[in-house]
């Protein structure tokens, strides 16, 4: 059995018991909220409020809420009331403590949004089949953020409650349009000395058309770079159509150059799986880990709008995206075996959401969604959307998620209308049909996007929810391998105390 406490990680709140309080009568006890799960045939998965867990024999969830415990439980019961899954008391002494544990999981709400996403050009060398903002068009006027909107936008940034803000350029190709952005990192510096804000500044660029030049200026701005990679230069090239066909050269000479100039730490690198991809997880892999990037993250494609028009190379079932995830975890978990430090993102913020009390700030994964509350979307017209996914709905007609429109909304009219309310009520798995009573909930998110793309509504169908499937299947694979393996959950342990 594996209990929180096995996990190393400290709950400074607990004292010693006196030898009574171990005098007990084995089924004179109250239930806590928990929720439980099978594994396996042989296990099953119980998970209390704040996320702690006990991986147990089948049956025993029945067996403690049918109050069957006796004399050859006791370390369960042990087990049970310190990790308060149980209570000697109908209301539990220590209740403050899970109150305060609650609230920590919850902190990523405390100050509301971060990540400001400014779609500074829709212009693109590129003609990636999966991508459907790229323009190719030389036309600055009609495809570049106008410098009134990048005003108005840095304006909204610093109404954000929150003092630690992103400012992050999306394309299209971002660099294209490299004069507006040093523009807007040179106004929103200049501002937020005003409003007391940090900011962090991200590009994400194909990096093709980096220069030492444009790369001087992130050094002295302290600007990050998140550039695309989609593996070996065969699937690079497949999936990231450019003319020449030397879209991977310019990727690992641009990769190459940023490392030069802004240090090893100062480029990510980001993943798209297609159709071809799945045949080639190792691959895939093994190109990340000689390129001694840190991490890798194994993420889908959307599974709604252009980037499934061409069904052929992009829209692919969620059960073989899962077997792509687990063999390229499995080779991800063996070098980390033979001794190198390697995570797999996805992972890693689902097992920093099992392993440890703390919160974790990623988007999509988060109760409520993300989308309003953490992220926002200033696009190229001016147009603001509630996340990236719904910008790229915006792309194919749909304008259900843009809240507004920088030239007219003010904070109120984006972030307190009854729309973004509505949103935000579908993105609270804590009352989803399905979401309620699942054993994932404190480790999973909700997407209302999705939803509404694939299922017609915000609030979704969970038995039949693409989302769902993927999250219920990676949680499950990932408790049985913490399970199967002392030294698995070594490796795990490390990947989120090393973040
Ligand atoms: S989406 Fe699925 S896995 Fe996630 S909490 Fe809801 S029911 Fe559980």
Redesign the pocket.
């Known amino acids: 059995m594996i209990a929180v406490a096995e996990l190393n990680i400290a709950k400074k709140s607990r004292k010693f018991n006196d030898f009574d309080y171990y005098e007990h009568n084995y089924a004179d006890y109250f239930l806590l909220p928990f929720r439980f799960i099978s594994l396996n045939e042989e296990k099953e998965v119980l998970v209390n409020e704040v996320g702690d867990f006990l991986i147990v024999s089948k049956g025993t969830a029945e067996r403690i809420i049918l109050k069957q415990l006796n004399s050859s439980d006791e370390e369960l019961y042990a087990d049970l009331i310190a990790n308060f899954f149980i209570s000697k008391e109908r209301i539990p002494v220590l209740i403050d403590v899970i109150a305060t544990r609650y609230r920590t999981k919850k902190s990523f709400l405390d100050h509301f949004t971060a990540l400001h996403i400014f779609v500074i050009s829709l212009r693109c060398e590129h003609t990636c089949h999966y991508c459907q903002v790229s323009r190719v068009s030389e036309d600055k006027s009609a495809f570049d953020m106008s410098r009134s909107h990048i005003d108005k936008g840095i304006a909204l940034m610093m109404q954000s409650p929150n003092p630690h803000v992103t400012m992050e350029f999306q394309g299209g190709e971002a660099l294209l349009a490299f004069e507006n952005i040093k523009y807007a990192v040179i106004q929103a510096k200049e501002i937020a000395v005003r409003f007391d804000k940090e900011i962090t500044f991200v590009i994400c660029t194909n990096l093709a058309p980096v220069t030492l030049e444009m790369l001087a200026f992130c050094k002295e701005h302290e600007i990050l770079i998140s550039t695309s990679l989609d593996g070996p230069e065969f699937i690079h090239n497949k999936n990231r159509h450019k003319k020449g066909n030397d879209s991977y050269q310019l990727a690992r000479r641009g990769i190459d150059l940023t490392r030069e100039v802004l240090g090893e730490d100062g480029v990510s690198a980001l993943l798209t799986t297609s159709t071809l991809s799945l045949d080639y997880p190792n691959e895939i892999v093994d190109e990340y880990y000689n390129l001694n990037f840190g991490s890798i993250f194994l993420r889908p494609i959307s599974p709604f709008g252009f980037a499934t028009k061409n069904a052929k190379k992009n829209k692919y079932n969620t059960e073989r995206f899962l077997e792509f995830y687990k063999k390229g975890l499995d080779r991800i978990i063996e070098y980390n075996l033979n001794g190198r430090s390697f995570r797999e993102d996805y992972a890693t913020i689902l097992l920093k959401k099992i392993l440890t009390p703390f919160p974790v700030g990623y988007v999509d994964l988060q109760s409520p969604a993300g989308m309003i509350n953490n992220v926002i979307v200033f696009n190229y017209d001016g147009k603001i959307y509630a996340s990236d996914e719904a910008r790229m709905l915006a792309e194919m007609k749909d304008f259900t998620f843009q809240l507004g429109n920088l030239d007219t909304s003010s904070y109120n009219d984006i972030f307190y209308s009854d729309k973004a309310i509505a949103i935000t009520e579908a993105g609270i ?1 804590e009352s ?1 049909p ?2 309620s009573d ?1 054993a ?2 404190s480790y ?1 998110g909700a997407d209302p996007v999705l939803c509404h793309s694939t299922q017609g509504d915000m609030y979704g169908h ?1 038995p039949t ?1 693409v ?2 499937q993927k ?2 299947a990676i ?1 499950k694979h990932l408790f049985e391998l913490m399970d199967s393996d002392p030294r698995i959950l070594k490796v795990f342990n490390n990947w989120v105390r090393g973040n």
Do not use: D, P, S, V
Request: with cysteine.
């Open positions: 798995n989803l399905g979401c699942c994932f909930q999973c969970r929810n989302f769902c999250n219920m949680i």
